[in-house]
């Protein structure tokens, strides 16, 4: 009996392994293609995309997610113990400063156009690309086209809970992730759109489009909502490259204002706006210390 209770655990874990991801072949997303094409996208389009090899469902995006929600419903809770990181050390590294320091010397015309235009310091231009993407090293290894196209299609949490821990889901709290299931879905759907338009707007394949888990793209890891809402096409060749530094240093800049930043604001407006970019206060209290720090390192070279 021992010996079939262990093989009936190790084929549970092979049927979770091999089995569960084939649930979501290509004509599972058939949803997906038919409200996009009722959208008003090329039906043709969307079902050549959906059935290339390389689309695949990836749970882990809203499986992580999910797992991100109820930390946080746990943190807020009535008694709960908060913890509060002030910024990442790592990025206030004497040599991570001079990279951006470097980087800004060697940006600095393009850098004060920016700052000419949207009235958003240099130092929090660059400090925002330092932390999103390295400073344009690091764009994300993902595909940013199978990661919201697999949060668009869990809108249905029992399609989702095979990819969690047992103990995970429990009564109290299975009604709050069923309603974020279908709120991140719908959210996901509408950037899931906005991605295609980005790419075909640009002659991009979307499907190699690199990004974040949850779909940010570009040098300034945007939603691809906001390429249309707040990208410029600052090198003027007609497109919103949110690949292309010129673009993407205007872009940021142009999110912050559009978000409230104005000239001369006190730092306690700035880290409001910058929560806007982020939604999280070390990630605010970073740019900060960053972009203080460029400042302190370009006054020592110019004595």
């Known amino acids: 009996m021992l010996i079939m209770d262990r093989r009936t655990r190790i084929l549970g874990i092979l049927l979770s392994v091999f089995l569960l991801p ?22 043709d389009m969307i079902e050549e995309l959906f059935s290339r090899p390389e689309v695949r469902f990836e749970p882990e995006v809203i499986t992580t997610k999910i797992q991100e929600l109820l930390r946080k419903r746990q ?8 913890k509060f990181r002030g910024v990442y050390e790592g990025f206030l590294r004497p040599e991570v400063i001079e990279c951006a320091h470097v980087f800004s010397r060697e940006n600095e015309m393009e ?14 231009v660059v400090s925002i690309m330092l932390v999103e993407t390295r400073l344009g090293s690091y764009l994300g290894m993902r595909c940013a086209f199978n990661n919201l196209a697999s949060m668009a299609i869990a809108s249905d949490f029992d399609r989702v809970r095979p990819y969690l821990p047992r103990d ?22 509408k950037e899931l759109k906005a991605l295609i338009d980005y790419a075909e707007n640009n002659g991009l394949d979307p499907v190699k489009i690199p990004g974040s888990i949850y779909g940010a793209i570009g040098l300034c890891q945007f939603m691809p909502s906001h390429a249309f809402n707040f990208g410029i096409d600052a090198d003027g060749d007609g497109k919103i490259d949110l690949f292309a ?5 205007h872009s940021i800049a ?7 930043w104005k000239c001369n604001m006190t730092r306690t407006g ?20 960053v972009a203080e720090r460029l400042k302190e390192k370009a006054a020592l070279v110019r004595k």
């Open 22 to 43: 084939a649930l979501l072949s290509a004509e599972d997303w058939t949803p997906l293609v038919d409200r996009l094409a009722g959208d008003g996208l090329d039906e």
């Open 75 to 82: 943190k807020t809770a009535p008694g709960a113990a908060r």
């Open 111 to 124: 850098l004060a156009e920016v700052q000419k235009n949207f009235c958003v310091p240099k130092e929090i």
């Open 168 to 189: 995970l889901i429990t009564p109290s709290n299975e009604k709050f992730v069923r309603i974020r299931c279908r709120v991140k879905a719908e959210w996901a759907y």
């Open 245 to 249: 530094k010129p673009d993407a240093l």
């Open 254 to 260: 142009n999110y912050l204002r559009g978000h409230g």
């Open 270 to 289: 700035q880290h409001r706006v910058i929560l806007a970019y982020n939604h999280s206060r070390a990630y605010a209290n970073t740019i900060l210390a």
